[in-house]
């Protein structure tokens, strides 16, 4: 069930190239549900001339290794590559790069290579960074911490010569402006820095879309027709002879408007006619977005691909592998037809080589089929055949590495993983409402996944790619073109002394019944490493199943779960606290059936007389996180809440109640009891941003009520619970932590630990004031800790009290001033992805414990604990 193989585990060097075999030791069997495991793939890196640097291995803790050797000698050849890892920089990309970063970071750990780690804001600020700041969440997250947390540079100069004396070699991850058109480039290359990537004269020329354009055609390649606006020209004469030209209507011909220099996907928009298209234009250019526009002919009828392109060429020779093409829709390879396929990958070499890139790229186009109008396009160019036209359009410089991308292949590690999905019993999709007692938990399908299928974006892709897997005609297809794929890598690879060849796995998706599936796990001696949010995964039925086969998994067990996944239960079981610190909220629970048959005001009325509150929240009674969860002002907003309901919406959007809000996600099918409680008013926290006046952030909070929100996990055994550092997050909009604002990168400001200007603030009396300015610090902090270790105290109470044990995330209110906690919820399978409050948490410990080392302890406290 768990294969042992690792797809491509090898590093690109030029020159002089070394690396060992992959020798992974397998300990122990895990059985991810689900899981966002990363392939990897290697680059080869430029390197500067100087005496000689050492090479990383390709260990078994490196999943991406970036490096170079030249001219080596043996006395060399033990040191450790020191790897500069550049993320942030002035686009709107910002947060994208900061996911990249996680992931490289993630997948080059290793004792042969020490990463140092920076980050540039928006206004081109250099720092240096801890690599436990990488998992910072937001932008905004890390321009908060940068004046406690990191070091700054005086000037982009001041960084360089840093770099020059501090690193090996650079790794930028820097996406859209400075970091793919050639700035950061050209930085390094003054000062002799070697760095992954195209350098910076080809980054210009493929950066801008308009120039990139101008060179595909003169190079033999179709090309969309495009017509430039630039500065504060508006050419509408010109643009209507284009549009003649193109054979589009001038008032409504469909166009694609964006920047020329703005990345992949920024300010890119749809407009139709003359009018439209530079109104859209010339917004792109009020807006700051580039003084370039360019507008182009919508490609009606196409269908959008990808491709990650790879140079395995020996020293400066250019070798260049396309690999599969995606389908934007996330078919890999596309469901075009087979000579289609090997155009894009050959035109994609192509491309690559005669722009001059190097080391990687990610080049985008459209595959128009015969049936579309085409006549707009350049004949007798590369692109055309029978089957239909290609059509090269983006080139990204520096692609996306999240979790999701196609620039990782599967880290090897002492452990053999093998990532498992749990599916419905119609086997897509998991928001389907199926009558329980006809089919049962053990109807439901689980999903074994090779890694290639792992990397989807949403759990509906991934089944489709598992049912596209296994058809026979697709399937010989995907392993026939695979096939080709690697016969070109290694025909690259195996000039390179270092190389020692691959250790590959062709294995389709499995699919087994539930009960299948864990009589398999049993019989390989599997721990299971629970990620099933909500429904069988957290209310003890999973663990329940596993328990009566004897399979250990993760997380606490079916009682605690249980209880858990049921707040009016979990409030109960606590209620008994309130001497000791620990308080619940009162509750009403209803039916959803009641709801819909009493008129609105009867029980707005009811709810606010017997909670004594004008203002409501309501949520599901046995469901995690924010789903379903909103705030009431009014009957009318139950009104909307009710609605929701019985229309079996999947979400209630943006600003739908009096009180503003973001997206609330609805639980489908709709929860039978909902819990009506007081809603909780809390100190309004928000931040500022100063930067453009020195760098200058501020929390602003007045601490009227003495009460904020927080989220902390919970670690250990059963009986001996750890509180980790408690989390505030700064939402961003409405009064209710999103599902985004918990889990997700790029949303939110996680305050880890709470800044010591909030907790216990008051009890720094204004006396302080006469104090000398050192012991008013001290003193100040001394009270703040003394609330923040009752809070943690107060949560370790409420773990053990529960009889949680393994990992758990506990909500609450705390009163910043005594460490009072106010219990919102436990969720007993909390969101684990990489940007997550957790993750900040486990590395504010002293000393920090980074997610590989992390997720290893939660599995260990699964397999060793007795059932």
Not at 54 to 66: I, P
Not at 486 to 493: K, R, V
Request: with cysteine; glycine share 8%; net charge negative.
């Amino acid at each position: 069930m768990a294969s042992s193989s690792a797809p491509l585990n090898s590093s690109v060097l030029p020159n002089n190239r070394h690396s060992l075999p992959r020798k992974p030791l397998f300990s122990t069997r895990v059985l991810d549900f689900p899981s966002n495991a990363s392939p990897k793939r290697s680059l080869k890196c430029e390197r500067r001339p100087f005496r000689g640097v050492g090479v990383a291995k390709a260990s078994a803790a490196a999943t991406v290794e970036s490096k170079v050797a030249r001219d080596r000698t043996d006395d060399d050849k033990g040191r450790i590559l020191r790897v500069g890892l550049i993320c942030g920089g002035p686009s709107a990309e910002r947060g994208i790069s900061l996911n990249s970063a996680r992931s490289v970071l993630d997948h080059i750990q290793g004792d042969d290579l020490h990463v140092s780690c920076y980050y540039i804001d928006c206004n081109f600020n250099a720092f240096a960074i801890s690599s436990a700041q990488v998992y910072s969440n937001t932008p905004a997250d890390f321009d908060f911490k940068l004046e406690t947390l990191a070091q700054g540079f005086k000037s982009l100069s001041d960084f360089v010569e840093h770099l020059a004396t501090s690193v090996d070699i650079v790794f930028p991850v820097i996406h859209g402006r400075f970091g793919e058109d050639g700035g950061i480039q050209e930085l390094l290359e003054k000062a002799n820095i070697p760095f992954v990537g195209t350098r910076s004269n080809e980054c210009r020329k493929a950066f801008d879309k308009y120039d990139a354009s101008l060179e595909l055609d003169k190079q033999g390649f179709i090309t969309v027709p495009s017509f430039l606006v630039q500065g504060s020209e508006l050419k509408e004469t010109e643009l209507s002879t284009w549009f003649t030209k193109n054979n589009l209507d001038a008032k409504q011909g469909k166009v694609v408007v964006k920047p020329t220099r703005a990345g992949s996907s920024i300010g890119v928009t749809v407009a139709y006619g003359v009018t439209d298209s530079l109104a859209k234009a010339n917004a792109i250019i009020s807006e700051g977005i580039d003084d370039k526009v360019i507008i182009e002919v919508f490609l009606e009828g196409g269908r959008e691909f990808t491709t990650i392109v790879l140079d395995v060429g020996s020293g400066f020779d250019c070798q260049p592998v396309a690999l599969l093409p995606t389908e934007v829709a996330y078919h890999t390879p596309p469901l075009f037809p087979e000579d289609v396929i090997r155009n894009i990958r050959e035109g994609a070499s192509l491309l690559f080589q005669q722009l001059g890139l190097r080391d990687f790229a990610r080049i985008d186009g459209w595959f128009l089929p015969p049936c579309a109008h085409t006549g707009y396009l350049t004949s007798n160019k590369f692109g055309r055949s029978e089957s239909g036209t290609i059509v090269f359009t983006d080139i990204n410089l520096i692609s996306g590495m999240e979790q999701t991308s196609f620039l990782f292949q599967k880290q090897a590690s002492k452990l053999e993983v093998t990532p498992c999905l749990l599916a419905p019993a119609n086997g897509y999709s998991s928001n389907v409402d199926t009558d329980k007692t006809k089919l049962g938990v053990s109807s439901r399908m689980v999903w074994s996944l090779p890694y290639s299928v792992v990397l989807r974006h949403t759990t509906e892709e991934v089944l489709d790619a598992c049912i596209e897997a296994i058809e026979p005609v697709r399937a010989a297809l995907t392993s026939q073109l695979r096939s080709q794929v690697m016969d070109e890598i290694m025909e690259g690879l195996k000039k390179h002394d270092w190389f020692r060849g691959f250790d590959i796995s062709d294995d389709l998706p499995k699919r087994y019944s539930l009960d299948q599936w864990i009589k398999q796990a049993k019989e390989v001696g599997a721990t299971v490493f629970i990620a099933v949010h909500g429904g069988i995964g957290e209310d003890g039925t999973l663990q329940s199943l596993l328990e009566a086969e004897g399979v250990p998994y993760t997380g606490p067990r079916v009682i605690a779960s249980k209880t858990c996944m049921d707040k009016v239960a979990t409030s109960l079981a606590l209620q008994h606290l309130s001497p000791h610190g620990v308080l619940t909220i009162a509750k009403d629970v209803r039916r959803k059936e009641d709801l819909l048959k009493m008129p609105l005001l009867d029980i707005w009325h009811e709810l606010t007389s017997k909670l004594r509150s004008e203002t409501l929240c309501v949520k599901p009674v046995r469901d995690g996180c924010s789903t379903g969860v909103a705030r009431l002002c009014c009957d009318g907003d139950l009104a909307v809440y009710i609605k929701a309901l019985e229309s079996r919406l999947p979400r209630i959007h943006p600003n739908s109640l009096s009180k503003t809000h973001g997206m609330i996600e609805m639980p489908i099918p709709p929860p039978e009891l909902l819990i009506f409680e007081p809603f909780i008013e809390t100190d309004e926290i928000t931040f500022s941003s100063q930067l453009s006046s020195g760098n200058t952030h501020d929390l602003l909070w007045k601490g009227n009520s003495r009460w904020v929100e927080i989220t902390v996990g919970v670690i250990g055994k059963r009986g001996s619970m750890r509180s980790l550092t408690p989390s505030i997050t700064v939402k961003e909009s409405g009064d209710i932590l999103s599902l985004e604002e918990k889990f997700q990168g790029g949303t939110g400001i996680n305050l880890t630990p709470p800044p010591l200007s909030i907790i216990s603030l008051c009890t720094i009396s204004l006396s302080f004031l006469l104090i000398s300015v050192t012991l008013a610090y001290v003193l100040f902090r001394k009270s703040s800790n003394e609330a923040l270790e009752k809070c943690k105290r107060h949560i370790e109470l409420i773990a053990n009290t529960l009889q949680l044990e393994g990992f758990s995330r506990i909500d609450a209110f705390v009163n910043v001033d005594s460490g009072e906690v106010l219990i919102i919820e436990v969720n007993t399978i909390p969101g684990m992805t990489p940007s997550t409050v957790l993750i900040h948490q486990a590395l504010a410990d002293r000393p920090p414990v980074y997610p590989h080392k992390f997720f290893r302890t939660l599995l260990d406290l699964g397999s060793e604990r007795s059932l």
